[in-house]
């Protein structure tokens, strides 16, 4: 079965501090994508990354980046200079390479990350 | 970019009543749309898997009589909560596939529910 753990609920950090969101994934699958999605308030989710299994190779995208270490099942992510409007709730996700069909993702239980000003 | 609407955004209903919630995919396809729950600072679960033409599939503790999924159409899936109960109350979330891809995918505004 496929599982997301995301160990910090809550994360509390000054603005300009840098920040770390764990994930770690568990699949019996050689084959899948992650993903980390954005929630505020509104509660719309906002695309930010999808990494396949076979790409390991770190990915920054402006204040954004992620560390994909396959050994230990980890895609983590981490907000350089935070700001305000960073704060929201962040998931991990995972799915299966889908072979027919498509397939589902499966979240963790989301870290919700407070900016203060 | 694709784009997935959902409607309402936001509903109020009395206990006993039924509620439709729409899932369009506005500029795209989709054979395969699936249905999140997510309950106040909670994560978003799976509740069931719409396909285009045939019957929904619903995950474990899911109460299909309860839920009735149909997906008519390539652009549009609906979700009917029946006999809603104050329980019931969830933010309600879909994601759309389009045809002929097999990993994107497209997640609604969501839909959230109160009963009261």
């Known amino acids: 079965a496929q599982k997301v753990t995301q160990a910090q609920t809550e994360i509390s950090v000054v603005e300009k501090e840098d920040v770390t969101l764990d994930c770690v994934y568990e699949t019996r699958d050689t084959t899948y994508y992650l993903f980390w999605y954005k929630q505020p308030p509104s509660g719309e989710l906002v695309f930010l990354i999808r990494r396949n299994s076979f790409d390991e190779q770190n990915e920054i995208s402006g204040r954004y980046s992620w560390n994909f270490q396959k050994s230990t099942s980890s895609f983590n992510f981490t907000i350089t200079a935070s700001q305000v409007v960073d704060s929201a709730v962040y998931f991990c996700?995972?799915?299966?390479?889908?072979?027919?069909?498509?397939?589902?993702?499966?979240f963790g239980k989301g870290t919700r990350l407070s900016v203060i000003a | 970019g694709a784009v997935v609407s959902q409607h309402p955004s936001r509903v109020i209903c009395k206990s006993g009543t039924s509620v439709k919630i729409e899932c369009r995919s506005l500029?795209?396809?989709?054979?395969?749309m699936f249905w999140y729950r997510q309950f106040p600072k909670q994560s978003l679960m799976l509740m069931a898997t719409s396909n285009e033409g045939s019957k929904a599939t619903y995950e474990q503790g899911v109460e299909k009589d309860k839920f009735l999924i149909n997906h008519a159409s390539l652009t549009l899936s609906t979700l009917t909560v029946t006999s809603a109960h104050p329980e019931d109350s969830s933010f309600y979330i879909c994601?759309?596939?389009?045809?002929?891809?097999?990993?994107?995918?497209?997640f609604g505004p969501g839909t959230r529910l109160t009963v009261t």
């Open positions: 994601s759309a596939h389009p045809l002929g891809q097999t990993y994107e995918q497209y």
């Open positions: 500029d795209f396809q989709a054979t395969t």
């Open positions: 996700a995972l799915s299966e390479f889908p072979n027919s069909g498509n397939t589902p993702l499966v």
